[in-house]
């Protein structure tokens, strides 16, 4: 089904937003407790190969310990229900920009939206949940992902892998994301149609909510329209 558009504005339900809320949130918490666990595992070789950000600067996005920057989660709203597929992380770094007078810093704005610093922290997260899901009758108490977590990943994440055989297997579409020579393959999930009819021009692509959250709280809601060049046309978020 195509929604049309005649300005930039998009409505949410009520119910909607309140998941969403909820959702982002407890995504969240899973993103910051996987990255903590492989920051203290990995080797640094390995860590800047499939990260490629220093955790300090990644940590305190997660963190909210300070205000450097925020995440953008990406959202979909399936037949099967909301969906993330994955995040941005907006960062402040230091730079040999112009000083900022009320932190006496120089810093300036970095966007990480790189496979290393997004999707593959999500093929991680969805191989433990299935590695706990199939090992749970034998882990006790000590599995790293709890009851809430496994939860969470399976009502709100999208199967993703570092290789496309599982997804081929179970006749499932796959998207593949592409950095340098690592690949990443998550499940294709449709988002909805959109028609924008706005400044004398029509605009189509998919419709995408984006999730604000900025020191680990909800911050707000991003919805955009992507065309197929991946292009986004940011869009108003009402409640009613």
Known sequence: MTTT?????????????????????????????????LHGHLP?????????????IISSLYKGDNDSGSVFQK??????????????????????????????????FTFHNG??????????????????????????GEAFLDEEDLDTISTYFVPTYLSKQR???NGKPCKEYQEQNIRVYQERISAPDLVLQWNGGLTEGRWMTGVYVDHSRF?????????????????RATVQ
């Open 167 to 169: 997804l081929t297997e």
């Open 5 to 37: 558009l005649f300005s930039r504005e998009i409505t949410y339900g009520k119910k909607d937003v309140a998941e969403l809320e909820s959702a982002s949130i407890r995504v969240q918490l899973i993103y910051d407790k996987v990255l903590f666990m």
């Open 115 to 140: 496979i290393r610093q997004s999707m593959v922290l999500q093929a991680v997260i969805w191989s433990m949940y299935e590695n706990t899901v199939l090992f749970q009758p034998y882990l006790g």
């Open 75 to 108: 959202w979909i709203q399936s037949s099967a229900g909301w969906k993330c597929i994955g995040c941005e992380r907006h960062c402040l770094e230091p730079s040999a920009g112009p000083v900022i007078p009320a932190s006496g810093k120089q810093r300036s």
């Open 219 to 235: 911050a707000g809601l991003g919805p955009y329209l992507k065309d197929d060049q991946g292009k986004r046309t940011y869009m």
């Open 44 to 56: 640094d070789s390995l860590w800047n190969a499939w990260i490629g950000v220093p955790y300090d």
